[in-house]
């Protein structure tokens, strides 16, 4: 992984954490939902003001890391009342860059370790335990393609086909294999109905152990932007030109929500098929 790649990926943690807040008197309860070296997701109960300066201990026993910064961004979480806060960090020594870095190689290794345990559980190979994850679900939707290295507007597309890696897209001008681009989307909704309404609490095996997580599987898709590359040339199901597109930089959060667009495709493909014997 290059420093670019390492900088801007973000690793799921759900480690919990008290946070220092200016202007709030004790600290505040949080968990660190994904890290990067540049900062972090962070859900509360407590509503915090953009701008907020934040601070906390990394939560993990005999590492001295004080991370600073400040609050970027507000959304509400999936977990009713709570929000969820983009947190940039600012003063970071090169020391700490360094060992935030490695807390972040080390949070990597155990989620391979906790997805080898899985598969093992499961009596599915690795091999065909990852093949699960890149299974591509047919979907049209809009994409609006950015080529980094020319000042040329966006271009809009249309995808075919989705995976956790990429997407197919249909386009009528050519496209050159390697080329560097940004790919803007929104996953379309209709597909969620195949999930049960509400919020429910599940215990998910994190790199640091067994975690209570909230989770509302037909909450909204958000508009992802992904640093991705123009990777082959494609046949379309239909015969018309198409190119596969390959996810260079995919952030935790978005690789989760094309994965659950996934998991309602294939539940709803196998409803269809009940339906029909």
Avoid at 152 to 179: F, P
């Amino acid at each position: 992984m290059t420093k670019n790649e390492r900088s801007g990926y973000r690793q799921p943690v759900d480690l919990p954490v008290q946070v220092s807040v200016s202007g709030i008197r004790i600290p505040v309860n949080a968990t660190i939902v994904d890290v990067s070296v540049t900062g972090c997701r962070l859900r509360s109960w407590i509503a915090l003001e953009r701008g907020s300066k934040v601070a906390f201990d990394w939560p993990r026993e005999h590492v001295d890391l004080r991370l600073t910064g400040s609050v970027m961004a507000r959304r509400p979480s999936d977990q009713g009342g709570a929000f969820e806060y983009g947190v940039s960090f600012a003063g970071l020594l090169p020391a700490q860059g360094d060992l935030l870095a490695r807390e972040i190689a080390e949070a990597q290794r155990r989620e391979a370790l906790n997805r080898g345990r899985e598969a093992a559980a499961m009596n599915v190979s690795p091999a065909q335990f990852n093949r699960r994850h890149t299974y591509r679900a047919r979907a049209e939707f809009s994409v609006d393609v950015t080529f980094e290295e020319r000042k040329t507007a966006a271009i809009k597309v249309t995808a075919t086909d989705i995976s956790v890696g990429g997407l197919r897209i249909v386009c009528e001008r050519e496209l050159t294999s390697n080329d560097e681009v940004t790919v803007r989307f929104r996953l379309p909704d209709n597909v969620l109905g195949v999930f049960p309404p509400g919020v429910r609490e599940d215990i998910v095996m994190t790199p640091f152990g067994p975690r209570r997580r909230a989770k509302n599987n037909r909450r909204p898709f958000e508009e992802m932007r992904i640093r991705s590359r123009i990777a082959n040339r494609l046949k379309d199901w239909h015969g018309r030109p198409a190119f596969g597109v390959a996810f260079v930089e995919i952030d935790a959060y978005s690789r989760e929500e094309i994965a659950r667009f996934i998991h309602a495709v294939q539940l709803g493909q196998l409803r269809e098929r009940k339906a029909h014997r």
